[in-house]
């Protein structure tokens, strides 16, 4: 490629979306005006049952399409560096590396038990016409009858149903529906925590560490600047101080520990072991 593409890693609801609009803030970094790719992620594997691609579905045509948006996008935006973040590339970072061998990586892990708390209000969430219009702009034609009738599943399972979420949100593992219909929302959120977890973590212990840059979210809410330089840094940019300062205004550390505050009890009790192994690897309590 023209250009080395900077590839944001996270669990959902982990701060991929923070630190990827301060990143972008940066002089010639850009992104897609949309929140997720994962219908260009997934071309050429739409009907595949969950997103964990592995360097197998990286075949010519796919790697192919996927560059190409990657170089259109550099081209009409006139950008130096492409960042791109879909949560559920975690579950494929092999993949990911099939498609995109140059990428520098940005990874980024936050407490499971806020990411469990901030899931589950995404699952629950009402319908979102204008953000749902945004992403389907980037859905390729082809696919577009497929996606559209699997959306409409997915809502009116919960009309139907009268279940208070969806039957499905973001990232997809093997075993998900088991999970949610044994053990429920919280379970399933935290277990999609832990598996997108797992996963980057095994990717990335094959991936030159030259390449990878860790990010912890309670670190980086409490100390955005240093946070940013040190990316900076990682990407071979010297970025003016003032620069960095004006990248993370926005940013705060108010959702650190929130699930205390939204996370009940039971809650909590369901998704614990879920969590527990992936929660002490990363140094949390």
Same mark, same amino acid.
Not at 26 to 33: A, K, R, S, V, Y
Not at 76 to 96: G, H, I, P, Q, Y
Not at 150 to 170: D, S
Not at 213 to 240: K, S
């Given at each position: 490629?023209?250009?080395?593409?900077?590839?944001?890693?996270?669990?959902?609801?982990?701060?991929?979306?923070?630190?990827?609009?301060?990143?972008?803030? *940066?002089?010639?970094?850009?992104?897609?005006?949309?929140?997720?790719?994962?219908?260009? #992620?997934?071309?050429?594997?739409?009907?595949?049952?969950?997103?964990?691609?592995?360097?197998?579905?990286?075949?010519?045509?796919?790697?192919?399409?996927?560059?190409?948006?990657?170089? &259109?996008?550099?081209?009409?935006?006139?950008?130096?560096?492409?960042?791109?973040?879909?949560?559920?590339?975690?579950?494929?970072?092999?993949?990911?590396?099939?498609?995109?061998?140059?990428?520098?990586?940005?990874?980024?892990?936050?407490?499971?038990?806020? &990411?469990?708390?901030?899931?589950?209000?995404? #699952?629950?969430?009402?319908?979102?016409?204008?953000?749902?219009?945004?992403?389907?702009?980037?859905?390729?034609?082809?696919?577009?009858?497929?996606?559209?009738?699997?959306?409409?599943?997915? !809502?009116?399972? !919960?009309?139907?149903?009268?279940?208070?979420?969806? &039957?499905?949100?973001?990232?997809?593992?093997?075993?998900?529906?088991?999970?949610?219909?044994?053990?429920?929302?919280?379970?399933?959120?935290?277990?999609? #925590?832990?598996?997108?977890?797992?996963?980057?973590?095994?990717?990335?212990?094959?991936?030159?560490?030259?390449?990878?840059?860790?990010?912890?979210?309670?670190?980086?809410?409490?100390?955005?600047?240093?946070?940013?330089?040190?990316?900076?840094?990682?990407?071979?940019?010297?970025?003016?101080?003032?620069? *960095?300062?004006?990248?993370?205004?926005?940013?705060?550390?108010?959702?650190?520990?929130?699930?205390?505050?939204?996370?009940?009890?039971?809650?909590?009790?369901?998704?614990?072991?879920?969590? !527990?192994?992936?929660?002490? !690897?990363?140094?949390?309590?």
């Amino acid at each position: 490629m023209s250009h080395q593409p900077i590839v944001i890693i996270g669990a959902p609801r982990s701060g991929t979306n923070m630190l990827r609009d301060v990143v972008t803030r *940066l002089p010639g970094f850009g992104t897609w005006p949309c929140d997720e790719i994962n219908y260009i #992620w997934r071309h050429g594997n739409a009907r595949f049952p969950t997103d964990e691609l592995g360097p197998a579905h990286a075949t010519p045509e796919v790697t192919r399409f996927i560059r190409e948006a990657f170089e &259109a996008l550099a081209r009409a935006r006139r950008l130096d560096r492409v960042v791109e973040k879909t949560c559920a590339n975690s579950l494929r970072v092999d993949f990911v590396e099939r498609v995109l061998p140059d990428a520098r990586y940005l990874y980024i892990v936050r407490d499971g038990r806020d &990411a469990t708390a901030s899931a589950m209000g995404r #699952w629950c969430a009402p319908l979102d016409l204008p953000y749902l219009v945004r992403k389907a702009r980037f859905v390729p034609w082809a696919d577009l009858p497929f996606y559209g009738w699997r959306y409409l599943l997915n !809502r009116l399972h !919960r009309v139907a149903g009268r279940e208070l979420h969806l &039957a499905t949100w973001g990232p997809r593992f093997d075993g998900m529906e088991e999970i949610l219909r044994r053990d429920g929302l919280a379970a399933v959120c935290a277990a999609q #925590w832990a598996r997108c977890v797992e996963c980057s973590d095994r990717s990335f212990a094959t991936i030159d560490p030259a390449r990878v840059h860790a990010v912890r979210y309670e670190g980086f809410v409490t100390h955005p600047a240093e946070e940013l330089d040190r990316i900076a840094a990682f990407l071979g940019l010297a970025a003016d101080p003032e620069v *960095l300062q004006g990248a993370v205004a926005d940013v705060t550390d108010r959702n650190v520990a929130k699930w205390k505050r939204k996370l009940a009890a039971e809650d909590l009790g369901t998704a614990e072991p879920y969590l !527990r192994a992936q929660m002490s !690897r990363h140094g949390y309590e």
